[in-house]
């Protein structure tokens, strides 16, 4: 069975500077994919970075950046120069088309 | 512009009274899913669909029905809501590139 632990439930960080969120998981797949999504206080699932299991190359988008290490399976993201409007529930998800999401992780942004 | 709704939004009801939550999407995606989320909890699948009139249990499928007739709708049936139910539902339609698109979410409570 799959599984996804994100092994904190709450973090804070100063605006500006950068937080990374912690995501493991465990799957038989050898083809899989893997997600983060930030849910505001509107409840909206919104998609932040996505990375294909099958490529070696950390997926990036503007401040958003993951560490995928494949063998330890671990999927990390890293906010740089954190915003106000970051602040928000991330969750972590793993699979292909059944998907297996994480507890979640609530950041909160201090100004 | 490419969405999924769902309908209604807020819904408060009595146990054992039949209901349906609607979901439509309208990027001629050929994989659905249904999701509750819960405190604590994240996202669990409930059921998924990978054509029309295929679909498959979840990981908590147990007092939830589902129909595909047609490939931009489909509709999450609680034959008989019992308060455990109480929860809030997302719909997702998944691109063939596996990036999950999600609906607004529907707030349930079953008194």
């Known amino acids: 069975a799959q599984t996804v632990t994100q092994s904190q439930p709450e973090m804070s960080v100063q605006e500006a500077e950068t937080v990374t969120l912690s995501c493991t998981y465990d799957t038989s797949e050898s083809d899989y994919y893997l997600f983060w999504y930030k849910q505001p206080p509107s409840r909206q699932m919104i998609l932040v970075i996505r990375q294909e299991a099958y490529k070696q190359q950390n997926a990036t988008e503007n401040r958003f950046s993951v560490n995928f290490q494949k063998a330890a399976k671990s999927f990390s993201l890293k906010i740089s120069d954190s915003q106000l409007g970051d602040a928000a529930m991330y969750f972590c998800a793993v699979g292909t088309y059944k998907y297996i999401f994480g507890t979640g992780t609530r950041l909160k942004v201090l100004a | 512009e490419a969405q999924v709704t769902q309908n209604p939004r807020y819904l408060i009801t009595v146990t054992g009274k039949k209901l349906t939550v609607t979901c439509s999407q309208n990027?001629?995606?050929?994989?659905m899913s249904w999701y509750r989320q819960d405190p604590g909890l994240g996202l669990r699948q409930i059921y998924y669909s990978m054509n029309v009139e295929v679909t498959d249990k979840g990981d908590v499928p147990e007092g939830y029905k589902v129909s595909r007739k047609e490939k931009r709708n489909f509709p999450l049936i609680l034959e008989s809501p019992s308060p455990n139910q109480t929860s809030l539902y997302f719909c997702a339609s998944t691109a063939s590139y596996n990036e999950q698109f999600f609906g607004p979410g529907t707030r349930l409570t079953v008194l």
């Open positions: 990027m001629n995606h050929e994989y």
